[in-house]
C-alpha cells in the first residue's frame, strides 16, 4: 500500500460537528522537542518553546484518507492495537463503531504470525497508535504482509508504516480527537455513516478518563 499523492488537495471537512477551537484545544497538532526527516512534510512550524507543530490540514487530510482506506477492509479482518495507557478508551469506542478488533496492553507474540496460536489474529490491515511502542505489531504484520496504519509524533521513525497519520499521538484528548475523526470518516466512506448525521458518541466519549488523584477533603 502507498501513501498516495502528496497531501496537496484540501481535506474533507468531516470535523463538521468539530470547531477548530475545539480540535486545537485537545492537543491534536502538538508535537514533540524532535523532529525527523519522515514527518518534516506535516509539520507547520516551530513554537518559541520548542516544541513542533503539525500541519492541521494535513492531519485531517490524511485521517480522511485513512478513513477511504479503512473503510474498504472487512471490519472482522482490522486490528487496531496499542500499549498506550490513554489509547485504551479511543480504540474501544472506535472499535465498537466500526466494529473491528480492539486489542490493548501486551502484544502477545506470533499473533499475526502463528495460527496455532489461541489468540492468533487473522488481519488484512493493522492500524496503531505508535509504530515504536507498539513496534512488536508493526514488525509482525510487515512480516506477514499486512498493510499498517499508524499514529505519528513529529518524532517517529516510521520504519515498516504504510499511511501515517501525522498526530499527537500520546495526549489523552488528542488521542479521542484523532479516534473520533477516524471513526466518523471510516463510517462515512463505507456508507454506514451520512455527512449530515451525528455520530453516536461526542468526542469526550472517546477519552480515557483519568483516576482519582487525590483525597478530598
Known amino acids: 500500500m502507498s501513501e498516495g499523492p502528496e497531501d496537496k488537495e484540501q481535506p474533507q471537512q468531516q470535523e463538521d460537528q468539530l470547531s477548530a477551537k475545539t480540535l486545537v484545544a485537545t492537543g491534536i497538532r502538538i508535537g514533540t522537542t524532535v523532529r525527523t526527516k519522515f514527518m518534516e512534510q506535516f509539520i507547520a512550524r516551530m513554537r518559541p518553546d520548542g516544541l513542533y507543530i503539525l500541519d492541521m490540514n494535513k492531519i485531517l487530510y490524511r485521517i480522511d484518507v485513512a478513513g477511504h482506506f479503512l473503510a474498504r477492509i472487512e471490519p472482522g479482518k482490522l486490528l487496531v492495537y496499542s500499549s498506550r495507557e490513554f489509547a485504551k478508551t479511543p480504540i474501544e469506542r472506535f472499535s465498537e463503531l466500526v466494529g473491528c478488533r480492539a486489542v490493548t496492553g501486551r502484544f502477545m507474540p506470533g499473533m499475526l504470525t502463528n495460527p496455532q496460536l489461541p489468540y492468533y489474529v487473522e488481519a488484512d490491515a493493522v492500524l496503531v497508535v505508535d509504530p515504536l511502542l507498539d513496534s512488536q505489531a508493526v514488525v509482525e504484520a510487515s512480516r506477514m504482509g499486512i498493510p499498517v496504519v499508524a499514529l505519528c509524533d513529529t518524532d517517529c521513525v516510521p ?25 466518523r470518516s471510516t463510517l462515512i466512506h463505507s456508507g454506514a455513516l451520512s455527512p449530515e448525521q451525528p455520530m453516536k458518541y461526542a468526542i469526550e466519549d472517546f477519552e480515557t478518563k483519568l483516576e482519582e488523584q487525590a483525597v478530598e477533603g
Do not use: Q, T, Y
Request: proline share 4%.
Open 159 to 183: 520504519s515498516d508504516v504504510d499511511l501515517i497519520i501525522p498526530a499527537n499521538n500520546r495526549g489523552r484528548k488528542a488521542l479521542a480527537a484523532v479516534f473520533w475523526l477516524l471513526a
